[in-house]
């Protein structure tokens, strides 16, 4: 068993890796991260997380293009240059095109003990949990990870791309494989700017 000490040095050592070697990465192994991912806590322990794992050339071929045809619609009603349209897709798909593994995170929207807003967000929670989770599995495997929001601009395309059941909300991508980058640790806000300790006095 890893020492305290090792277990928070492993936790802050977790980096977003964006660049991948070819290396192919065992189901096995993926299947582990997956299994770990479900360990995360969950409202109700409903546990509404669901995964899709994507490695195949053409379904990631598939995918790619569904989400970056929505980026460059939306960057043209944003008003973005035809050359900064352009950019962006081609840096998307080459970023999802070198990731041998690409894992689509989803919420059961039926999943819920009751048709409310705030049920609702703690399925988003929950499966935002799991998602942290698979990253910290990811890193455990000695792979890279990277949690890519580019799924909420696109959860109809992404759905439709993937065939996914009706219920199934995309939430986030995860493109992990073995690091061919070491980023430097980024720096965290201070913990005095960030935390308030309770007072016994409400007038302190
Ligand atoms: C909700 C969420 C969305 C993110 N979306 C993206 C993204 O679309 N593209 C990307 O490269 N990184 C994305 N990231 C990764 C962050 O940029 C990264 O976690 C942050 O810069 C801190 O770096 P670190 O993960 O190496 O500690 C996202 C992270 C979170 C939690």
Same mark, same amino acid.
């Given at each position: ?8 040095? +492993? ?27 479900? +360990? ?69 929207? %039926? ?34 990870? %990277? ?58």
């Amino acid at each position: 068993m890893p020492t305290k000490s090792e277990l928070h040095t +492993f936790l802050r050592t977790r980096r977003s890796i964006r660049r991948f070697k070819p290396d192919p990465v065992p189901e096995s192994v993926i299947e582990e991260i997956l299994a770990t991912a479900t +360990f995360a806590p969950s409202a109700h322990n409903r546990q509404p997380w669901r995964f899709v794992v994507v490695t195949d050339l053409s379904v990631k071929a598939r995918l790619g293009k569904a989400v970056t045809d929505k980026m460059r619609a939306d960057m043209q009603t944003e008003g973005a240059s035809e050359t900064d349209i352009e950019k962006r897709v081609a840096t998307s798909l080459r970023r999802m095109d070198e990731a041998p593994v690409v894992i689509v995170l989803c919420r059961d929207k %039926n999943d819920v003990r009751a048709d409310t807003p705030e049920e609702a967000a703690m399925g988003v929670q929950s499966t935002a949990a799991a998602g942290l989770q698979l990253l910290l599995a990811t890193h455990a495997e000695g792979l890279g990870g %990277n949690w890519i929001c580019w799924a909420l601009y696109a959860q109809e395309e992404t759905c439709a791309a993937l065939n996914l059941p009706e219920s199934w909300e995309p939430q986030a991508f995860y493109f992990l494989g073995y690091p061919d980058e070491a980023p430097k640790i980024k720096d965290r806000k201070p913990i005095k700017e960030i935390v308030k300790w309770s007072q016994t006095s409400p007038d302190v």
